[in-house]
């Protein structure tokens, strides 16, 4: 009996030596085939019974460093570098200069460099590496001077939570949300305030994905258009916004030469070619190696945020609060180390104007918009963070009254016209053939909404600020 014991002990000892040789096996063939995520668990199974093995420890911050888990890379990446691994020298390297600590990413180049004298294919790799980290230094260099006044961690899948928008600014959404029965892949879709024109991505799933719109057409959205090469490039393209002017939009793509992973972009409609600009990619710290996007500005609070995953765990993000700059202002500071600093916004602090309380913005920014559903009077119109009007009664100012009610005459002409404008989009829709004449009358109705919309606007701004100035000063 005893000795049936023993062999059974001894099988499974073998059986047990066999079976994780052969996982080992498994984490190193998906490492070497870049697989890197599903070769972590194994690595880091094998790391907790055996910490000191070198090459392990490159496997392991390799794999995390591939996975954008630089932070958590470093401490593995740097024993396997200390103990020689010319492998690790690279990756460190290239870790380093993400994180834009340039002269520890040199001292690491260096040592691969000596390593791999006589070795073409890693001096080409080491060179590609060189000037992967200049490209980052010099953009580095153009931070923009941006006060960022808050920040929160939230879970990607509720990110949207941290977007508070008001009303004339349109809303956002989850694509799933709107288009029901499609997976989206936790995309999200734009709205304009009209409620007549959204913005939103297609594709991906082994495909590029790409911006598209879509019109009111009576109670659905139709006419679906592609946005034009100039933004769907190779890679990408995701998470619009427009501003109010309905010309300037902002979206994050993988494309265009970004920095790496999603950066955002801005393009500007050109009403005279008719057709789009060429992209600019923002500057740091609205951009990094990591995935940004979702640039959102609300001009009625003077607000913007956008979202990055910098240094977040895998089911993170982070939501950032800025003041937009009325024109891109860089930072002037010859302190490489200060400029990093800013640029990877390790301190929101950093970027604070000495001597101004930002905490009234802060509280503006995190206030949640109230729904129309519910508020009883002719209108809703905000003149401040703490008041809102609801009749022409409420104004005190007899001429912001009188300049509010043009632009509600205004609204009423603006309704009949989109009601016509509807239903001539949808008869251009359903026809069988190109209508050049029903094509000009629908252009010239948009330019007619589109002109009576601003003057809206402006009529309202007017009234607002007459009202302030004459009771609230």
Known sequence: MKLKYTVFTILLVILFQSLHSQTIDDAKSW??????????????????????????????????????????????????????????????????????????????????????????????????????????????????????????????????????LSSSSGSLLMADDFFEGQQNGGKTLYMNERKEKIYYSKGGNGSNSNLYTMEKLLDSFGNEKSLPESINDSGNQDYPFVMSDGLTIYFASTGHNSYGGYDIYATRYNLNTDTYLTPNQLNMPFNSPFNDYLLVIDEEKDVGWFASDRYQSEDSVCIYTYIPNERVTLLENDDISYMAKRAIISSIADSWREGIDYSSVIALAKEVSVSDEGVKGDFEFVINDRITYYTLSDFKSSNARSIFSQALGL???????????????????????????????????????????KEIERLKIQARNDEIRNNFN
């Open 31 to 164: 490492y070497l085939d870049g697989r890197y995520a599903d070769a972590l668990p194994l690595l880091r199974s094998e790391y907790n019974e055996n910490p000191k093995d070198a090459p392990l420890n490159q496997w392991l911050g390799v794999s995390l460093y591939k996975t954008g888990r630089l932070v958590e890379a470093e401490q593995y990446l740097k024993y396997a570098s200390e103990k020689k691994i010319p492998e690790a020298y690279l990756a460190l390297g290239e870790l380093y200069s993400k994180l834009y600590r340039f002269d520890e990413a040199e001292k690491e180049f260096d040592k691969y460099q000596r390593a791999n004298r006589r070795n073409n294919e890693a001096l080409k790799k080491l060179e590609q590496a060189r000037e992967d980290a200049d490209r980052l230094k010099r953009y580095v260099s153009r931070t923009e001077d941006v006060q960022i006044i808050d920040s929160i961690v939230v879970p990607k899948a509720e990110f949207l939570s941290a977007y508070n």
């Open 411 to 453: 609204s009423k002409q603006l309704e009949e016209l989109k009601a016509d404008l509807s239903s001539k989009r949808d008869q251009f829709a359903n026809s069988s053939s190109t209508d050049s004449n029903l094509r000009a009358a629908i252009l010239n109705l948009e330019k007619q909404a589109d002109d009576l919309y």
